[in-house]
């Protein structure tokens, strides 16, 4: 379906997503990635230049790659004051939870191997299912109440005792809601288990406290933080011990072989430093740039309802249902309209599902389907809300139109 006679958000959006104060229309989709920020293009760009060594060869290029490679290992466990931790790269996010997951289950232990997830966590933890299955364990998964949290009493009656790793992450993809998992992290502990937390949407949004609650396994990448895509990393508490998905040369410390990119470990350390740095300043503005969108949404829309509640939520992520819309219609006219926004989460909204998350907080179906998320970021400010608010009428009410609701 196309959609005529709608107005270009001033020049054109062209697919540029990062440019603050430019006039290329409004990108809303920080929480399915970033632009690459300048200063970590440079970080990179001179490190491809300095760098081209093997950093497990024994000659000065390798050595000089090697040294690289390990200040900017350093250089993110200090930033993400996790001083506890040994950090292995990984290829982002995905690899991350699937070794923690995996990883976690495979080193030998006794009995049966028993994995428990949140129902809302994302594919790339939720998709480890059936290898764990497959490996003769039981993967079950913890529900959440309608604002998308894992309730205390839900984890008494799951005889955590019998649990070899609980994944909970910490704040969701989709609707920003944060989880207790301080608290879970120490259930678990007590219980004997391991706890791991997908940390992927919170760092440079909330303190993460690694070093004061100490959870087991912590997934990273970098593309959400104006860092490169194609690097992560999981945090592995020292002492904790984890069998290798990826087989070979027996790099990052044997639990994942292959040759590191010595340029894109770089920029990632680079990108969690200024994400930190800008941590506070960046919350209270994205906080206030998305509370005042979620307060003229209610006051101009009929029909609409909040995923997200404002409270314990990331700062950034509003996802909101417009009642007789379809939301992957509504992102569509928008992008017309030069605003780039998306329904489920980017990495799962090409498969034709509805969010599986929610369907877990209890969400009708008609309601999933209307669901759209924005999410805010370095290249938004106040002036783009005016264009905003008018786009997201023109096709709110124009879908409404067609679909005979107005
Ligand atoms: C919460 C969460 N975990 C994991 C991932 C996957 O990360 P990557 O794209 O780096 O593989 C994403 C990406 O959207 C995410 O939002």
Avoid: W
């Avoid at 080193?107 to 939720?126: D, F, M, N, W, Y």
């Avoid at 949290?149 to 005889?159: A, C, G, M, P, Q």
């Avoid at 809601?177 to 007590?190: A, D, F, G, K």
């Amino acid at each position: 379906m196309t959609f005529r006679g709608l107005p270009r958000v001033r020049s054109g959006y062209n697919g540029r997503m990062d440019n603050p104060g430019s006039s290329n229309g409004i990108y809303l989709d920080h929480a399915a990635t970033t632009e690459v920020a300048p200063a970590v293009l440079a970080v990179m760009d001179a490190c491809y230049r300095e760098n081209s060594g093997n950093p497990s060869s024994s000659h000065r290029a390798g050595l000089k790659a090697r040294e690289e490679l390990e200040a900017s290992r350093e250089s993110i466990l200090e930033s993400l004051g996790a001083a506890s931790y040994d950090l292995v790269f990984t290829s982002g996010g995905t690899e991350a939870d699937n070794l923690a997951v995996a990883g976690a289950i495979l080193p030998g232990r006794t009995g049966i191997t028993r994995v428990l997830a949140g129902s809302i966590e994302h594919p790339a933890v939720l998709g480890s299912a059936d290898l764990v299955e497959r490996l003769g364990g039981s993967f079950s998964t913890i529900p959440v109440d309608c604002d998308g949290r894992i309730e205390e009493r839900e984890l008494s009656s799951l005889e955590l005792g019998k649990t070899t790793l609980v994944s909970v992450m910490m704040a969701n993809n989709e609707t920003g809601t944060l989880q207790p998992v301080e608290r879970i992290c120490s259930l678990v502990r007590e219980a004997g288990g391991l706890f791991h937390t997908d940390a992927v949407q919170a760092v440079g949004k909330i303190p993460l406290r690694l070093d004061s609650f100490k959870p087991d396994l912590v997934s990273l990448t970098a593309h959400k933080i104006y860092g490169p895509k194609g690097v992560g990393a999981l945090l592995v508490r020292r002492g904790v011990s984890l069998f290798p998905l990826t087989r070979g040369g027996g790099q990052e410390n044997g639990l994942r072989s292959g040759t590191e990119n010595v340029s894109l470990a770089a920029g990632f350390a680079h990108a969690v430093k200024l994400a930190v740095e800008l941590q506070d300043q960046e919350a209270q503005r994205l906080r206030e740039l998305r509370d005042a969108l979620a307060g003229e949404i209610s006051a101009r829309f009929s029909e609409v309802t909040r995923n997200t509640p404002l409270d314990d939520t990331l700062p950034n992520i509003l996802n909101i249902s417009f009642g007789g819309v379809e939301g992957s219609s509504l992102a569509k006219l928008l992008d017309e309209m030069d605003v780039a926004v998306s329904t489920a989460s980017a990495c799962h909204s090409g498969s034709g599902k509805g969010s599986h998350v929610l369907e877990a907080m209890g969400l009708e179906p008609a309601l999933i389907r209307g669901a759209i998320r924005f999410s805010f970021g370095r290249s938004n400010s106040s002036s783009q809300l005016p264009e905003l608010l008018s786009c997201l009428e023109k096709g709110v009410e124009r879908l409404r139109q067609l679909a005979g609701t107005k």
